[in-house]
């Protein structure tokens, strides 16, 4: 079945780049996903990557594809302490319903 | 511009007792989720619609119900509340099939509750 797998957690000073990894195992995975979640509050879409990009950049943020490993990664440049928060990697299938599989969430700190 | 509300915020039930949390969404779309959230656990779908009057289940759909009576709102009821149901409760919702135009899930803010 699909599953997606995160590191726990991870810490980067003020001003350096985080990168977050995600590997998922469903191969026809069509979307994937990165969510943000703040304390206290629900997840919020940050980026999307298809599956036949290898790329996708957003201002600081860097979404890579690897789809022969089914390796997802999220480059944050510049990390700011506002970017602490809890990061989701998630795919899903296209076409009607299609069940996202979340991964655990990556904690990221940011020491200032 | 207000998304994904839910109602409450904050809850604790007695063993035994029974609630509905509601969530109500403004961006007319017709598919509606809700998840779970425990330590250690990720994310987990209790029951999800894909319509007015349409409801399925999800992967942990045992002691909830749920109703989606109005395209905008999405009810999740616990009959007999029990310690297990302790958790973050996060109602979603999405545009529509996954694609053309459908990316990613609207959530809430969640529903912290606990059963003792």
Partial sequence: ?112 | NAGVTQTPKFRVLKTGQSMTLLCAQDMNHEYMYWYRQDPGMGLRLIHYSVGEGTTAKGEVPDGYNVSRLKKQNFLLGLESAAPSQTSVYFCASSLGETGTGNYGYTFGSGTRLTVV
């Fill in chain 1, 1 to 112: 079945g699909e599953d997606v797998e995160q590191s726990l957690f991870l810490s980067v000073r003020e001003g350096d780049s985080s990168v977050i990894n995600c590997t998922y195992t469903d191969s026809s995975s069509t979307y994937l996903y990165w969510y943000k979640q703040e304390p206290g509050a629900g997840l919020q879409l940050l980026t999307y990557i298809f599956s036949n990009m290898d790329m996708k950049q957003d201002q600081r943020l860097t979404v890579l594809l690897n789809k022969k490993d089914k390796h997802l990664s999220l480059r944050i440049a510049d990390t700011q302490t506002g970017d602490s928060a809890i990061y989701f990697c998630a795919e899903s299938l296209a076409g009607g319903y299609q069940k996202v599989t979340f991964g655990i969430g990556t904690k990221l700190q940011v020491i200032p």
